[in-house]
């Protein structure tokens, strides 16, 4: 057996390389045209169906709910902050959302899950499309960190905040026939330094689609949204904390951040949902990186470790260290953010907004 493996090991990855260069042709014009059937043939029609958006309140889950709108869906947005919900479901229906919903709460909490859904049903009588985009980053050295409490907040928020409303909406997603579209990130198999647990937490989240991919067969779709380098409120340094406060990572505020627009990842999210892709990749070409991994790990080594190299400086945001280089909006908070580290926020209550006010009630 021994013998055997190493044989293998030998010929298995330069014959795969090869069977691979032969037919990636073939497959990229297979690809293709079942990309232009489903999206000028065979793509779902939003128009008066339920799509529910987890972190709907800023970034990819507002664009996204934006994309929907324009679909004539009808909206659900659900977030920790209210009152930003408020402004983006009013731009929503001015783009084309006939009823918007918006609810406060917390993903991470079970019980604040099967509230939410249940609001959902017991309004529209079912949900169509549900659309997790929770995520939360951080820019520190994991050996720097001195105060742990911040790591199961990190992974709460990346890997629960998705789990459980699937969990609770699974059974209704089935009556549907619809669909889950969850936003990861390259790094989940892509090593970027100071994003360690970031990176762990978007590995369990692909890994868990994938196997319930398999779990619920044809009944309920799956798309998994994976992106590089987008310009949002998490790579400019927001972060969540007490009640609403927004804290800023300070030596991320200090420069100007670049990234790939928002909208057209959100575009090509909703787009490929749709058409029921499996997969949405912005930018695709980061997959060579994967086959670098895979055949060649030393080479995507040395090249990331050229690349990232910065002459042994360090430029750390330290939430979770235990050191007071933090500034919020609110003075009321700043101690309790200099002496502790962030905390998850209360939940909140469900708001309609005036025009679905008015509409419930007639």
């Not at 978007?202 to 309920?220: D, G, H």
Request: aromatic share 12%; glycine share 6%.
């Amino acid at each position: 057996m021994d013998l055997m493996n190493s044989l293998l090991n030998f010929v298995v990855p330069p014959a795969s390389l090869l069977m691979l260069a032969f037919t990636w042709p073939t497959l990229f014009f297979i690809t293709t045209c079942e990309w232009l059937y489903n999206t000028y043939f065979n793509s779902e029609n939003m128009e008066d169906k339920v799509v529910l958006i987890t972190g709907a309140s800023s970034g990819i889950g507002e664009q996204i709910a934006y994309q929907y709108a324009k679909r004539g869906a009808n909206l659900v947005l659900v977030a920790r902050r209210e009152h930003r919900l408020r402004g983006i479901s009013e731009n929503a229906r001015r783009l084309g959302a006939p009823n918007v919903l918006i609810m406060a709460a917390d993903v991470v909490k079970e019980e604040e899950c099967k509230r939410f859904i249940n609001e959902t049903i017991n309004y529209y009588g079912r949900v169509d499309h549900l659309v997790n985009t929770v995520s939360l980053g951080h820019t520190f050295y994991f050996e720097e960190a001195t105060d742990s409490s911040v790591f199961p907040i990190l992974m709460d928020i990346n890997f629960w905040g998705n789990v459980y409303p699937t969990y609770v909406a699974l059974p209704y997603l089935r009556e549907s026939n619809g669909r889950i579209i969850v936003n990861a990130s390259v790094e989940n198999w892509l090593p970027l330094p100071r994003m360690s647990l970031y990176s762990a937490a978007k590995s369990a989240l692909i890994n868990f689609y994938e196997t319930l991919r398999f779990e619920v067969k044809n009944e309920v779709g799956i798309t998994v949204a994976t992106h590089g380098w987008i310009g949002t409120e998490m790579t400019r340094g927001k972060f969540m904390v007490e009640e609403g406060a927004e804290m800023q990572w300070k030596e991320e505020r200090e420069v100007h951040v670049t990234g790939g627009p928002v909208e057209e990842f959100a575009k090509q999210i909703v787009s490929g949902a749709c058409r029921g892709d499996p997969y949405v990749k912005y930018p695709s070409w980061y997959d060579i990186f994967f086959l670098y991994r895979v055949f060649a790990p030393k080479v995507l080594d040395w090249t990331f470790r050229f690349l990232l190299t910065n002459g042994g400086a360090r430029r750390t945001s330290f939430i979770g260290t235990g050191r007071p280089l933090l500034e919020t909006s609110s003075p009321r908070r700043s101690a309790v953010l200099e002496g502790s580290s962030p905390r998850r926020l209360p939940t909140g209550s469900l708001t309609f907004t005036p025009a679905f006010q008015q509409q419930k009630s007639e």
